[in-house]
């Protein structure tokens, strides 16, 4: 797994599904679905219908990243 650019991180829309948010912290698509299952995802994410969402604005505070969102 390949994780992502600075670059590539501070072009994130303002939220995200859980794969990549996973991505941006070098973790896998099964490891995100565990941690987020046993509430342990190191940023909040959201439950919607079927799918998980994540707000960009924690995950780039939790990467030491700017950001305005």
């Known amino acids: 797994m390949v994780g992502m650019s600075r670059a590539e991180l501070l072009e994130l829309p303002v939220v995200i599904d ?4 996973a991505r941006a912290l070098g973790i896998g698509r099964t490891r995100a679905f565990e941690l987020v299952r046993r509430g342990e995802f190191p940023v909040p994410a959201i439950r919607v219908g079927s ?19």
């Open 51 to 69: 799918t998980w969402r994540v707000p960009t604005a924690p995950l780039l505070r939790l990467l030491d990243l700017p950001g305005d969102r």
């Open 18 to 21: 859980l794969v990549t948010a």
